[in-house]
């Protein structure tokens, strides 16, 4: 149950895109396709703008999309907006009803 | 509206014991898997601890077995975690959250606001 591997920190400019990477194993990322992303505020709690991989929650803005290739999930977030700043976590289901998390990413909107 | 309402955090020595309680209220409990997933201060999220909706089976991280136990009472729409031996790094906020099933695989659709834990002497 190894955390999934994200960047530290990325950022961008208003308007611009920025990708995050979510990178684990072939017992979790590569094994299914039930990876999801979660946006976390300082001080609230996270809430889902991705579910298996690459489908958006009932009012999550369609600049937030997803893909996976192989052992690597990846959330891209087009046409930044102040409010984007934030932290994000990736999740995979790992199989046996488990999962596991990445270590997050803060988000920069510049 | 689905709501998760989290109570029973708050300071224990290392070594004590301390529940968890989650109040559901907005879906049908007892259909749903539900879950605790915590994260310490400044830290990621982790996931703690999963019970599903039907069957009654109990899945735990590495890191809690046998010393969390999850359960909930489905009459009063209420999740629980059982926590003993405490130790310094069970320090976080543990958030209650709903599990959504669409395949093979789950991902949280709705969290409550979390309840901090201490474990300190």
């Known amino acids: 149950q190894s955390a999934l591997t994200q960047p530290r920190s990325v950022s961008g400019s208003p308007g611009q895109s920025v990708t995050i990477s979510c990178t684990g194993t072939?017992?979790?990322?590569?094994?299914?396709?039930?990876v999801s992303w979660y946006q976390q505020h300082p001080g609230k709690a996270p809430e889902a703008v991705i579910y298996d991989v690459s489908k958006r929650p009932s009012g999550v803005p369609d600049r937030f999309s997803g893909s996976k290739s192989g052992n690597t999930a990846s959330l891209t977030i087009s046409g930044l907006q102040a409010e984007d700043e934030a932290d994000y976590y990736c999740y995979s289901y790992a199989g046996s009803y488990t999962g596991v998390f990445g270590g997050g990413t803060k988000l920069t909107v510049l | 509206e689905v709501q998760l309402l989290e109570s029973g955090g708050g300071l224990v020595q290392p070594g004590g014991s301390l529940r968890l309680s989650c109040a559901a209220s907005?879906?049908?409990?007892?259909?749903?898997?539900m879950s605790w997933v915590r994260q310490a201060p400044g830290k990621g999220l982790e996931w703690v601890s999963t019970f599903r909706g039907s069957g009654g089976s109990t899945y735990y991280a590495d890191s809690v077995k046998g010393r969390f136990t999850i359960s909930r009472d489905n009459s009063k729409n209420t999740l629980y975690l059982q926590m003993n031996s405490l130790r310094a790094e069970d320090t976080a906020v543990y958030y209650c959250?709903?599990?959504?099933?669409?395949?093979?695989?789950?991902?949280?659709?709705?969290w409550g606001q979390g309840t901090l834990v201490t474990v300190s002497s």
């Open positions: 959250a709903k599990e959504e099933w669409l395949g093979g695989g789950n991902y949280f659709d709705y």
């Open positions: 072939s017992s979790d990322v590569g094994g299914y396709n039930y």
């Open positions: 907005g879906f049908t409990f007892s259909s749903y898997a």
